[in-house]
T-cell receptor, first 114, second 110 residues
């Protein structure tokens, strides 16, 4: 079946540094990918829609300059958390739209900013 | 805006017990409805879905019926197993976006 690989699964970084999270569709091409953020005991909140070859569409309240999204190929989207702060610590999940097969999710990335 | 509300967990049951996880939604029109499951250390997997009113989605012994009168999509299973321990998310689709509930952690005791 369709597989989405998300890397890294866990990352710890220092405040002020940037962290890049990768989301790859392994056996299908995805023109559209999605990035979610999950706070403890809360639902997954859609952050942005990543479109191959064009700018991402951000949800209201999500800082574009803080969360940089690049979707340079049909199988890879990246989320870069820039100048990370402790409040950016969270669980980030990507998903890729696979046409009639629906949405396939990555296994998530636990980001801890210290 | 559109939203999904599901019962808070954790839910702890003994093996072979009957399971219900409640889910209601708020949306204009008739969105597609989903249940996703997240096993420990893994990504979200689609468990079942229903695309129109009165549809019943089913998979792995789980069922959910799209009820437009009550705007609900409750998840049920007649006899749970330890391997069903996971977090379950109710969700709806609006255009190309998935809107999730908060998730319900299910813990099944042997």
């Amino acid at each position: 079946g369709a597989v989405v690989s998300q890397h890294p699964s866990r990352v710890i970084c220092k405040s002020g540094t940037s962290v890049k999270i990768e989301c790859r569709s392994l056996d299908f091409q995805a023109t559209t990918m999605f990035w979610y953020r999950q706070f403890p005991k809360q639902s997954l909140m859609l952050m942005a829609t990543s479109n191959e070859g064009s700018k991402a569409t951000y949800e209201q309240g999500v800082e574009k300059d803080k969360f940089l999204i690049n979707h340079a190929s049909l199988t890879l989207s990246t989320l870069t958390v820039t100048s990370a702060h402790p409040e950016d610590s969270s669980f980030y999940i990507c998903s890729a739209y696979n046409g009639g097969n629906g949405y396939t999710f990555g296994s998530g990335t636990r980001l801890t900013v210290v | 805006g559109d939203s999904v509300t599901q019962m808070e967990g954790p839910v702890t049951l003994s093996e072979e017990a009957f399971l219900t996880i409640n889910c209601t939604y708020t949306a204009t029109g008739y969105p597609s409805l989903f249940w996703y499951v997240q096993y420990p250390g893994e990504g979200l997997q689609l468990l079942l879905k229903a695309t129109k009113a009165d549809d019943k989605g089913s998979n792995k012994g789980f069922e959910a019926t799209y009820r437009k009168e009550t705007t609900s999509f409750h998840l049920e299973k007649g006899s749970v197993q330890v391997s069903d321990s996971a977090v379950y998310f109710c969700a709806l689709q609006r255009d190309d976006k998935i809107i999730f509930g908060k998730g319900t952690r299910l813990h099944i005791l042997p």
